[in-house]
């Protein structure tokens, strides 16, 4: 294949534009770039004028892409993280490697750190990188190998694996409600609700199930597991949480279940690898040890 030079800009200007693009600001981007405002405006200048095309209005105080630059931006992005991702590879080699790994803090905190250290042990020259992530959207932007995720294995450009499903039941603090109404789903009625931002029909769907018509004050909202959880064993009111992340807390009895019927959910914790990730060494080892755990 012959490439002709005239269509294959170069790296700073390309650089200059996505970053000019995203932020917005030309000066903006140059503090990412750590340029000038005037090296990125005659960086994206250049681009115009080997491409023959217009990428940015400039008003008086801002910036604004024309529907050619963004459609040329959304194209240019993905195909600067592809080359990211790929330098990234090649410079790391897989007797020393690193694994970026997005998961669900409360998931990695209760599920997956006590067994982790064994994928150390099987995996000695992987070093893990980790964040958290309560929600997730797509790997486009993100400069990950994996990420255990929480949903339905429909994530666009990738391959997922089903680890596990999730079961709910209604715990609060032993001092909520009296000995005798523990097990009484009708005892939910005079309590106050915790909701998870994640889960906003959990609670409708558990009284449906039990044939009962659910309060209509909707409650106090939490965004994380953790939180939630100790908001229930302090007493603030009751939680749908699910058994295999509080079995601490009811083995300790800082909290007891108010129903042992779960509700069980239709979505479920899936192992979930970008398609362009699929052959890099640490993510399959991962993969493999989790599937096996």
């Not at 994206?44 to 910036?63: M, N, P, T, Y």
Request: charged share 20%; net charge negative.
């Amino acid at each position: 294949m012959i490439y002709q030079r005239r269509v294959f800009p170069s790296t700073s200007m390309l650089l200059a534009f996505d970053a000019a693009a995203r932020a917005g600001s030309f000066t903006a981007a140059a503090r990412e770039l750590r340029l000038t405002q005037g090296a990125v405006s005659r960086q994206i200048s250049a681009l115009e004028q080997q491409l023959d095309v217009v990428v940015f209005d400039r008003g008086r105080k801002a910036i604004e892409l024309t529907e050619v630059g963004r459609t040329y931006f959304e194209e240019i992005h993905e195909a600067l993280q592809i080359i990211r991702r790929a330098s990234l590879n090649a410079m790391t080699s897989p007797l020393n490697a690193t694994l970026n790994l997005a998961i669900h803090p409360t998931f990695g905190t209760r599920w997956l750190m006590p067994r982790f250290p064994h994928f150390l042990q099987e995996n000695p020259n992987v070093t893990v990188h980790f964040s958290s992530k309560v929600s997730f959207s797509n790997f486009k932007d993100e400069d990950l190998h994996s990420a255990i995720l929480y949903g339905s294995p429909d994530w666009d450009d990738a391959e997922s694996h089903y680890l596990m499903g999730e079961e709910v039941i209604p715990v609060c603090s032993p001092q909520m409600l009296p000995a005798k109404a523990t097990h009484l789903p009708e005892a939910l009625l005079k309590v106050p609700l915790l909701h998870l931002e994640s889960r906003p029909n959990a609670w409708r769907d558990w009284f449906s199930m039990h044939n009962l018509v659910p309060p209509e004050e909707q409650g106090m909202l939490f965004e994380q597991f953790s939180i939630i959880a100790q908001a229930a064993v302090a007493g603030v009111g009751a939680a749908l949480l699910p058994t295999f992340l509080i079995q601490g807390e009811l083995d300790r009895k800082e909290l007891v279940a108010i129903s042992r019927t779960p509700l069980v959910s239709k979505s479920g914790y899936y192992l979930v690898t970008p398609r362009d990730r699929l052959r890099f060494p640490p993510a399959n080892a991962f993969c493999e040890w989790l599937l096996n755990t």
